[in-house]
């Protein structure tokens, strides 16, 4: 998801990293801050001093996105669930819990203690301005408070609106757990809810866009967008999980695979096996013993009037670890295999012995069936869902 990020610091062992999309809200907040807002709150200063203010907010919004995400982080931690790290990036921060919350009561307070930290946050800006202002200190520090205490409840209150996968979101989907006993149900009713505000946030946005508002109606649809992008991906990630969940490899391989030996040409395995069969990926053995694969982006390296005199032999790729798995691994981890490095056909073996291919398209026909029959249901915990969950703050 964040392939540009840059780790600044370490708080409590979590790392804190920030995307490069984050720069574009930094420049925006200073930019709105020391052009229109501050001048308006405390008037007569010069341009440095309005930037000046303006940097110390957008710090300030800054240290108070991280102790949001914080508070997600320690209480995930309570609960027994590994944080990968805390991410700022365009749409505010992020979470990143390696595995879902295994019920209800978890999910629920893992969520709920975000837009808690973000009140807290807005309470002490607010007290600390009624005190500054009883005190008669400087009123660009009283206008900074006022931001910090005005951003972080809309912060708050923003997050708590029951749309997955915001913390509202989230929240509704433990109750909805808790109510049912069925995650994936829970799931496909908080992500149907999300879609509505979603929708909505869309089409206000461009009633602003038209009305004159560009960059508030660009915002908001934007923010529509990927609440609906978010909330989808994050359901049919869950169904994935729940349907593999307790499956393996050697479950859903194919086996019947026409193969090459290495003695073959570029030709017969191209006439033979490849235009006959439709295949473009053919596994290379010796009796039973694998040796690796050949496929047709090979074949295009070489020149078609070479097919004839060329051997298996000279081209195959040998079969090693990023190639080859064991019947045995569980299919769920090879997807999340497959998404993290790329590859969508796997060579399986045990001992040398060649078993079969499982391919990404494989384990997409298995899951599409199963979601025609409408078998892919939840009735327990999450298991081990490995994710990037958070708000947006």
């Known amino acids: 998801m964040f392939s540009r990020t ?34 308006a709150q405390v008037p007569g200063l010069r341009p440095g001093d309005y930037l000046v203010l303006a940097i110390i907010a957008m710090v300030a919004l800054f240290a108070g996105l991280i102790l949001h995400e914080l508070a997600h982080s320690l209480v995930a931690r309570r609960f027994g669930l590994g944080i990968g790290g805390i991410t700022l990036f365009i749409f505010g921060g992020v979470a990143e819990l390696d595995e879902e919350p295994v019920d209800p009561r978890s999910e629920f307070w893992i969520a709920i203690a975000g837009p808690a930290m973000s009140f807290a946050l807005a309470g002490i800006a607010y007290l600390l301005l009624k005190l500054s202002q009883a005190a008669g200190i400087s009123e660009p520090l009283q206008a900074v408070l006022e931001y910090l205490a005005f951003i972080n409840l809309v912060l708050a209150l923003f997050n708590l ?28 009713s908080a992500t149907g ?114 097919w004839g005199d060329t051997h298996i032999a000279d081209i195959y790729v040998g079969s090693d670890p990023t190639n080859t798995i064991t019947p045995d691994v569980a299919t769920d981890a090879l997807m999340a295999r497959m998404a993290s490095g790329g590859r969508r056909k796997f060579l ?31 009735t327990g915990t999450a298991g081990q869902l490995s994710r990037r969950a958070g708000s947006l703050d």
């Open 348 to 378: 399986v073996a045990e001992g040398g012995r060649f078993m079969g291919v499982i391919t990404l398209a494989d384990l997409m026909a298995y899951l599409a069936v199963l979601q025609d029959l409408g078998q892919v249901r939840s």
């Open 193 to 306: 809810a999300s879609a509505i505000l979603a929708y909505a946030l869309i089409a206000v946005g461009f009633v602003s866009l038209f009305s004159g508002a560009i960059i508030g109606g660009f915002w908001q649809a934007l923010i529509g967008l990927f609440l609906l992008s978010a909330a989808r991906g994050t359901y049919q990630q869950l169904m994935i999980k729940t349907a593999l969940r307790d499956k393996t490899v050697a479950s859903m391989m194919s086996r019947n695979i026409h193969t090459a030996s290495p003695e073959d040409t570029l030709t017969d395995v191209v006439d033979r096996i490849m235009l006959r069969h439709s295949v473009s990926f053919v596994p290379v053995t010796e009796g039973e013993h694998l040796l690796g694969f050949v496929d047709t982006a090979l074949l295009q390296k070489i020149d078609r009037d070479n």
């Open 6 to 39: 840059v780790r600044l610091i370490e708080i409590f062992g979590f790392q804190v990293k920030i995307d490069a999309s984050w720069l574009f809200i930094a420049f925006l907040v200073v930019w709105s801050l020391m052009s229109g807002y501050f001048p």
């Open 161 to 188: 609106l029951p749309a997955f996968p915001l913390d509202g979101g989230r929240v509704l989907r433990a109750a909805l757990w808790h109510w049912s006993g069925d995650l994936v149900r829970a799931t496909r």
